[in-house]
């Protein structure tokens, strides 16, 4: 609840990235999973630079166009630990940290996630004005409902790109028209929130050349998706959606492209300091590249990444094949065509329709 001595904050959350693509509205977007920077990368950061967390990725995230990450933790000085019900974990990274994400120059960051609230309303509160400051666009959360579900949009290529975050955890953080939080939707399309989100993706259509909806959604574990999330998906695409962009899932999960449209079921964790599976392991991702040309993903590029020390690494040799060889396997299954690159170190996709392979298949 937004407290008596609060400062309202709303803004159109929008900026005016800089951006090396061409007229044709060429342009790389970068994505990367979870990047948790509390607890004990938090603890790193007193010491080392910004840079530190993202490790040797940093050439790679700042050759991008756009980038964007979802922030598992919430950047703040304030605030303690949440405690109106029992909470495992809670991560909050300090107000300094903000110099992180500048580091790797991220353009915007989802917020709709289940730590976002972990030290409460003022700690959200002060990390809102925090982004604003720093020109990070934001989505998923804010001091209401109209604002956690409010569209962030950035200018890159010549072209208009639009955010929008969700989640289905933590109902308990639902956004209100009086009440700060989460843009919480569940993942079932006869719910009344799920509808809303739809006729908010079809408005945002009209505004944008380009839509990332951004879903914070499932369980931590699981290389496949739930049928429900397929379904889900495909709603989100068919409503306007350019690229769905999943996380939650400690893993990473395949990629498939409905319509001429990628979806990312779970990006994996990027950054963080959770103790390793040695099954489902939590510790390998990938940069996700998206190539856009005329509006549109033409193929995706994965470089495969390990977390070493509380920060990102790319991986190497057998290990960087290894993630790649499972990553194949996941696409696989939604008939998504994966080529390894040996000398460029990185798994290539392309479109899954037999057609327009014929014209990407030399990404």
Request: with cysteine; hydrophobic share 40%.
């Amino acid at each position: 609840m937004l407290g008596a001595g609060c400062n309202d904050r709303r803004g159109s959350h929008q900026d005016s990235s800089t951006s090396t693509g061409v007229e044709n509205g060429s342009c790389q977007l970068l994505l990367v999973g979870d990047c948790m920077l509390g607890r004990l990368v938090n603890e790193v950061l007193e010491n080392a630079p910004p840079e530190y967390p993202w490790g040797n990725t940093l050439p790679i995230l700042n050759s991008a166009d756009w980038r964007l990450c979802n922030l598992e933790c919430v950047i703040s000085d304030r605030g303690t630990p949440w405690s109106a019900y029992p909470k495992a974990f809670h991560f909050r990274s300090a107000a300094k940290n903000i110099a992180v994400l500048a580091a790797a120059r991220m353009n915007a960051v989802s917020l709709a996630n289940n730590h976002v609230l972990d030290y409460g309303y003022d700690a959200l509160i002060e990390m809102l004005g925090i982004l604003d400051r720093a020109g990070i666009v934001h989505s998923g959360a804010g001091l209401d409902y109209g604002e956690a579900s409010r569209l962030a949009t950035s200018e890159v290529s010549g072209r208009k790109l639009g955010l929008l975050a969700f989640t289905d955890n933590e109902p308990d953080w639902e956004a209100t028209a009086d009440r700060s939080g989460v843009f919480y939707v569940p993942t079932d399309l006869t719910d009344s929130r799920a509808t809303k989100l739809l006729e908010i993706i079809r408005g945002s259509r009209k505004v944008v050349d380009l839509l990332v909806v951004s879903a914070h959604w499932g369980s931590n574990w699981g290389y496949r998706p739930p049928h429900d999330h397929i379904v889900f998906a495909h709603a989100l695409i068919d409503a306007g959606a350019d690229i769905v962009f999943g996380h939650s899932s400690h893993v990473f999960r395949g990629i498939e492209f409905y319509k001429d449209r990628s979806v990312m079921y779970g990006a994996g964790d990027f950054v963080d300091d959770y103790a390793i599976d040695g099954i489902e392991r939590n510790d390998q991702s990938f940069i996700y590249v998206i190539e856009m040309a005329e509006g549109i993903p033409r193929g995706v590029r994965l470089y495969p990444t390990l977390i070493r020390g509380c920060h990102a690494s790319l991986a190497e040799g057998v290990y960087a094949m290894g993630i790649a060889d499972k990553m194949a396997g996941l696409c696989a299954s939604f008939l998504t065509r994966t080529r390894w690159n040996q000398t460029r170190r990185y798994l290539e996709i392309a479109y899954s329709n037999p057609e327009v392979l014929k014209a990407t298949s030399s990404l």
